[in-house]
């Protein structure tokens, strides 16, 4: 729920009655105040003069205004904060609360921030799923993270309150905000990151791209996308298929040709990749990885491969600077999962104090048309913020990192 805190209001009351009252009692300038007994006519005209002395001002005005109201709530989330992608999970719930500490700090609000923990399960996200459109408390939330798991959850809340925001800061998948109401997403789709994936092969020189899915609907969607322009650009593409619990793939990587020039990876365990990769280099296969958005991670350190991510390197972002050293100073490291996390949550609080502030009834379905009429001039993303119809971020694009020796990553021009 969203509250108005008026704490200070009958304190405030008391100190202008005792004020009041101490102006009505008090002479001023030697002036007599007492009549004689028994006399009506002067005792009531001593009466009307004794409340404003010549000279005196009264301050009754401005000591009877109550204080500015406080506005208090609670932002849920669905992340995977244990599980095989822990490294989004810790990230995305470490970005959450300090978001919300810098809106309360910067605004005066009391919103607080409450960890669910979906281990990047589906059936977890309904669960917690039916839990949060039980808790008349939280009035929106961040996450899932996945595509899976945002269908898991959004059939949830679709049929248990389909006015409840949520707001996804790394599902990509194309078409997903139209399925549900409450739904938007603070990164760009597929639909960019296929094409502009596609695009940076091609002009690397690419001919032949081996492509590996990992079977979620995440990974196969993605890879449909690239594989289509990859052919459109003249490449031929070779398609196979494995799942998320696979981690032997010497078999599979025997099966790649030595002159292919990539291999792309639209995956969502980056652990996974890291194996592959390290199996590539055992059969002595000098094929640089081309990773989706999902090996964005520490876990994914193959030097020379290439990663797809959602956001930019911030530092690299003027105006976000002095956000990201905040960070860094609370904890200990961040990736690029992080910052969009950071514009769901600060969309979610300007929701709650527009609502807040305002007359209206103070209702999910309010804090969810105030989501969709987000209008951010500038973000820690360095690009506005603002959602389509169909609660998609407006303007989004994927950028491209390249892993170094060390392991570090350096965002490509």
């Known amino acids: 729920m969203i509250r108005n805190r008026k704490p200070g209001l009958r304190v405030a009351v008391m100190i202008a009655v005792l004020a009041l009252v101490a102006a009505a009692c008090s002479p001023s300038d030697g002036t007599d105040t007492t009549e004689a007994a028994g006399d009506p006519t002067t005792t009531a005209g001593a009466a009307a003069t004794t409340t404003e002395a010549p000279g005196t001002t009264v301050p009754?005005?401005?000591?009877?205004?109550?204080?500015?109201?406080?506005?208090?709530?609670?932002?849920?989330?669905?992340?995977?904060?244990?599980?095989?992608?822990?490294?989004?999970?810790?990230?995305?719930?470490?970005?959450?609360?300090?978001?919300?500490?810098?809106?309360?700090?910067?605004?005066?609000?009391?919103?607080?921030?409450?960890?669910?923990?979906?281990?990047?399960?589906?059936?977890?996200?309904?669960?917690?799923?039916?839990?949060?459109i039980d808790d008349g408390s939280i009035m929106a939330l961040v996450g899932p993270a996945g595509s899976d798991q945002v269908?898991?959850?959004?059939?949830?809340?679709?049929?248990?309150?389909?006015?409840?925001?949520?707001?996804?800061?790394?599902?990509?998948?194309?078409?997903?905000?139209?399925?549900?109401?409450?739904?938007?997403?603070?990164?760009?789709?597929?639909?960019?990151?296929?094409?502009?994936?596609?695009?940076?092969?091609?002009?690397?020189?690419?001919?032949?791209?081996?492509?590996?899915?990992?079977?979620?609907?995440?990974?196969?969607?993605?890879?449909?996308?690239?594989?289509?322009?990859?052919?459109?650009?003249?490449?031929?593409?070779?398609?196979?298929?494995?799942?998320?619990?696979?981690?032997?793939?010497?078999?599979?990587?025997?099966?790649?040709?030595?002159?292919?020039?990539?291999?792309?990876?639209?995956?969502?365990?980056?652990?996974?990749?890291?194996?592959?990769?390290?199996?590539?280099?055992?059969?002595?296969?000098?094929?640089?990885?081309?990773?989706?958005?999902?090996?964005?991670?520490?876990?994914?350190?193959?030097?020379?491969?290439?990663?797809?991510?959602?956001?930019?390197?911030?530092?690299?972002?003027?105006?976000s600077a002095d956000l990201l050293e905040g960070f860094l100073a609370e904890y200990p490291e961040t990736n690029t999962f992080g910052p969009p996390v950071f514009v769901a949550v600060t969309v979610i609080a300007e929701a709650y104090s527009r609502v807040c502030q305002s007359d209206g009834e103070i209702t999910r379905a309010a804090v969810l048309a105030e989501v969709q009429a987000t209008d951010q001039s500038s973000s820690i993303l360095g690009q506005p913020i603002a959602f389509s119809a169909d609660g998609d971020l407006i303007g989004g694009t994927f950028f491209f990192f390249e892993i170094q020796e060390d392991g570090t990553k350096v965002q490509l021009p």
């Open 60 to 132: 009754a005005a401005t000591t009877t205004e109550a204080p500015m109201a406080v506005c208090d709530g609670t932002i849920g989330s669905i992340i995977p904060i244990t599980g095989p992608v822990a490294f989004i999970g810790e990230v995305q719930r470490n970005w959450s609360q300090y978001a919300v500490d810098v809106y309360n700090e910067e605004h005066g609000t009391a919103y607080e921030f409450v960890e669910g923990d979906n281990m990047f399960d589906v059936a977890q996200s309904s669960v917690l799923a039916a839990q949060i």
């Open 151 to 319: 269908d898991a959850a959004g059939a949830a809340f679709e049929q248990g309150d389909p006015t409840l925001t949520y707001i996804s800061p790394s599902s990509t998948r194309v078409g997903i905000t139209a399925k549900y109401a409450g739904l938007f997403r603070t990164v760009p789709t597929d639909d960019d990151q296929g094409p502009t994936s596609a695009d940076f092969m091609i002009e690397s020189g690419a001919t032949k791209v081996f492509i590996i899915d990992d079977q979620s609907s995440y990974s196969t969607g993605l890879a449909d996308i690239a594989a289509a322009a990859l052919e459109a650009g003249g490449v031929e593409v070779t398609r196979e298929s494995v799942a998320q619990d696979v981690t032997d793939f010497s078999a599979l990587v025997g099966t790649i040709a030595d002159d292919t020039d990539w291999v792309y990876l639209p995956w969502q365990v980056a652990a996974n990749g890291q194996l592959l990769g390290n199996q590539l280099v055992e059969q002595g296969k000098e094929i640089p990885i081309f990773g989706s958005d999902g090996m964005d991670s520490g876990d994914f350190t193959i030097a020379g491969s290439v990663i797809a991510a959602f956001a930019p390197d911030i530092s690299s972002v003027e105006e």
